[in-house]
Nanobody
C-alpha cells in the first residue's frame, strides 16, 4: 500500500556533508509525522530527527546544530541535510512516515535503510 524509497547515503570524510531523501508513494490520504532514525553496529536504533505536518522539528542532542530535517508535502518526501559529519554518525539511516489512510487509520512505515559511512 505504501512504499518508502531512500537515497543519498554513501561514504564521506569527517567534516563533510550528505543529504538523504525519502519519498513515500501509494495509498496515502495524508502524512502526519515523518522522521529519520539510525542504527550503528551493536547499538539500538535511535531517533535522529522528526518533523510534524505543520513543520515543527525535533532533534536528538547529538545532531542538533549539524543536521536539518525538512519535508515537501506536495511530493510526500522528507529530507535530512547532514553537515559537519563525524565518524560516530556512521550508521544505517532509516526513514519513517506515519500515514493517515482514507479509512482514518494511522500506520507507520519504514524505509529500506541507507548506509552512511564517515571516515576519519
Amino acid at each position: 500500500q505504501v512504499q518508502l524509497v531512500e537515497s543519498g547515503g554513501g561514504l564521506v570524510q569527517a567534516g563533510g556533508s550528505l543529504r538523504l531523501s525519502c519519498a513515500a508513494s501509494g495509498s496515502i490520504f495524508s502524512i502526519n509525522f515523518m522522521g529519520w532514525y539510525r542504527q550503528a553496529p551493536g547499538k539500538q536504533r535511535e531517533l535522529v530527527a522528526t518533523i510534524a505536518s505543520g513543520g515543527r522539528e525535533n532533534y536528538a542532542d547529538s545532531v542538533k546544530g549539524r543536521f536539518t530535517i525538512s519535508r515537501d508535502n506536495a511530493k510526500n518526501t522528507v529530507y535530512l541535510q547532514m553537515s559537519s559529519l563525524k565518524p560516530e554518525d556512521t550508521a544505517v539511516y532509516y526513514c519513517n512516515v506515519q500515514v493517515i489512510h482514507s479509512s482514518g487509520q494511522y500506520r507507520s512505515y519504514w524505509g529500506q535503510g541507507t548506509q552512511v559511512t564517515v571516515s576519519s
